[in-house]
Each structure stands twice: as C-alpha cells, then as structure tokens.
C-alpha cells in the first residue's frame, strides 16, 4: 500500500490495453453537442459510460436537467467522512463536429486509431481522454489503499462545446452539494508536448459585431467612385483605430493595468517558443514589452475573426452597401467585459467614426479567472507531479483560451488547479485530433500521485 503501487496500478491500465479499450468505446460515441440529432449519443454517454464508471468507484450519480441548458449533467458524489479535504472533478462528454469527410486518409472521427505513438479520434484530448485519465488514476489509489483518503465530487457536462449553457445557474443552484476545497480537473493543452503543466485558471473571451449599413444596394464604382462612402474602407480605419499595425491593442479599457509580479514570475519559466509549434510564432506580434508566453498567458489579445464586404467569392464593380467583421479579445483578470463595448463606442464617436455599429455577439461569454500562483494549492501540486516524474512542471496563471472556469471560481468559490494531458499540436476542434500515448501514461501516473498525495498529506489547512 504505497504512492509507487498506486502509480504502477495506474500506469498498468495503459500497459495493457484497457485504457485504451475504454476510451475507444467513448470516442466511437458521436456526442457532438452543436448537432441536434446527437441528443441521444449525449445521454447515452452519461447513462452508459459515465454512470456505471463512477458507480463502480462508489459514487452517487443523479442525471440533472437544467431548463437552461441544452444537454444534461451528471452530479457524482463520495463521501469518506465529512472532516477530509473534498475535491470535484470535472470534464465534458461532449466534442466539437466530428468534420468527417476532412480527415486524412486511414482517419476517422468515431474511429479510434494508431498511428505510430499517437491515437487519432474526435474527443481523444477534448475532454473525453483527459478526463478517463483522472477517473482511472483515481480508481488506482482507491484499489490500491482501499480508500481515497478524500471526499470525492464529480460534475461531468455534455455542451461545454455550445458554450456550456446551464453551467453557471446549475453551479448557483447547487453551492452546497457541489461545495469543495478544490477543483482538480484537465482540459486543453500542455506548454508543451514533453513538459508536464498546470494551469490555475483561464483567459476570459467576448466575441463583438462591427458593421457600418451606409444605404440601400450598392454603386457602380465607376460613376460613383470618390462620390459616395465605402463602408469596407471606413470598418477598416475603424478596426485600425483599435489594434495597432503589430497587434497591440490601443484601447485601455480591454487591457490590464500592468503584469503582476506573481504572474511574471511564473511565466519566466516557461518558454512558449519550445518544442516545434515556436516555430510558428512571430515574436514581433502583440504588446510590446513582453515576451511570447506573456503576452499569452497574461495579456489581452484582440483579433478579427471574420470581415465581409461586397461579393467575396465573386466580386463585382460596385462599392459594397455593407461591411461587417467579428471581433474577439482574450482577456486577463482585471478586464470588465462589460465594458469594453461601451468604451469602444466612446472610443469611435471621438475618432470621427460614430456611424460604426458595435453591439455583443450571441456567442458564449468567459470570464476571465486565475489562482494565485503562490497559493498553497499550487505549491502542492507542483511538489507531488514534480515527485511523480522528477521534474518541475510548468505553471501558468491561466489557460491561453477560454474554458468554464468561473463557474468553479466565481459561483462556487474553489481554487481551480488544471492538469492539462494534450499538448499545442493535438489538432483540437480539427480534422485529425490526436493524444500522444507517452501523454496518457504519464497523465495517469501524475494524477495517481495527485490523488494519493491528497488523501495523505494534503495542503495545511485544506
């Protein structure tokens, strides 16, 4: 009854075969959470693989509905004894469109494969592996010490890929039954492929619509070139007014006042231009001032998504009526997203530029969320991976993207520590998603250290 026989137990169900058996179960599920005719394959995944998962661990499971939400959830819970630290756990079943006919030859979304040191699949790293992972770690230190040591709390969603709509309101509903001292849980990806991370919250996201409607059909660009407006040229300067030529954003409010120490600190340890995906970055791109990983892990970014004038696809003589573009920022704490609309408003009226319409996108809201870095928690996590794989895992203050967090940190109110078990290249939300097996069998290991740290020798005071 040791860390070493948990952690060996752990790494077993990788070695032979039934990890992997498991997870190309789950993957042959197509539980895309956009598609509407899925709505079966999103039950069936909590009914018949999720349920007798955790059952068999000892847990409670209820299936809830929300009227808010477009699928179910599934509250787990396992009680040793009511003065032990408790933890929640927390994944999503359901994956983005399997985009089937786009897959390499040999390939297939619902089809788990091989493929060298890799195994291909829609849900693989997102979040169907990632969160077999912890659920076969945790069942490892169970067999092995007989007990958690813990109290036990899992919360498995099926639409965090249409923006996790019921999340927060079933959070409110239920602080009590969901209470924890932590979250513990994985979702995106690693730093890198070879260097095991975690990540103690994530980058907030508002998408936003820009559009000028200057008249009715367009005009002929001859007769009425240099005589009338061109909304495409006016949304252009007006975009201009907000990032700059190299990406830096020139509006106060949708940037933070500075960089907190706590946050520098951490990130000078991570080097995001490692490994081959740095090869695609343009370190001349963003704030100034800061590095790569800086600028994504602790600054705002701003991008244009989409930008319609006119005909695209085949254009003609004529100056376009309309222009249109989607906008996002990535957000920090310390960012209202709330007000960046307004303030862009504001912004536009003094720049001459007011017949620009700015309204909020229908698309989900993120907040934006972090744990202290110098927080106990962490220090612990970082010491137990540390222990597992004899090296200090990098440590980012949050997700460069956006994920469900605040409903964890802002409505529940628990530190939130994220061990992610992918890595940059893993196709994610494209044809030709991907785990590298060398990531599954040390994510199993690191999380069976985790759990059987937690039930012996948890932070102080937790």
Known sequence: ????????????????????????????????????ERAEALSDYLEREMIPNLQRL?????????????????????TEDPDLPTVLGYGHGDVIRGLDADWDEGLAPWTMTDKG?????????????????????????LETRGRLGFNAKYLIEMG?????????????????????????????????????????????????????????GGRHSGNWGGLVSNPAIQLSHAIATLVGPTGQIRIPEMVPEEL???????????????GP??????????????????????????????????NPKTPVN???PRAWARMQLRFVVGIDPFAVVPAIRRHLERQGLGNVKVELARDGLFQATRLDPEDPWVTWAVESIERTTGGKPAILPNLGGSLPNDAFSDILGMRTIWVPHSYPGCSQHAPNEHMPTHIVKEGLAMM??????LGEQPPKGA
């Open 318 to 320: 004529a100056i376009p």
């Open 58 to 78: 000892g847990f409670k499971t209820e299936v809830v509905e929300h009227p808010a939400a477009r699928a179910p959830f599934l509250i787990a819970e396992r």
């Open 1 to 36: 009854m040791t860390r070493e026989a948990a952690i060996a137990r752990a790494e077993a169900v990788f070695e032979d075969g039934s990890f992997r058996e498991t997870l190309a179960r789950r993957v042959a599920m197509p539980t895309e959470s956009q598609n509407p």
């Open 277 to 310: 995906e740095g090869k695609e970055v343009e370190p001349w791109w963003g704030e100034p001032g800061l590095t790569p990983t800086e600028r994504v892990f602790g600054w705002c970014s701003l991008e244009v998504l989409a930008y319609e004038a006119g």
């Open 448 to 453: 069976a250290g985790l759990y059987w740290d």
């Open 117 to 141: 040191d890799r195994w291909y699949g829609r849900g693989v790293v997102d979040n169907k592996g990632q969160h077999a992972i912890n659920l076969d770690a945790l069942e490892a230190v």
């Open 260 to 274: 907190p120490a706590s946050v520098r600190k951490v990130l000078a340890d991570c080097d995001i231009m490692q």
């Open 160 to 216: 965090e890929e249409v923006g996790s709509p019921g999340l927060r309101e079933l959070c409110a509903e239920n602080r009590e039954r969901l209470k924890a001292d932590v979250l513990i849980a994985s979702d995106g990806p690693r730093l890198s492929e070879e260097r095991p991370t975690i990540f103690l919250g994530s980058r907030g996201g508002i998408a936003f619509d820009m559009w000028i409607d200057a008249r009715e």
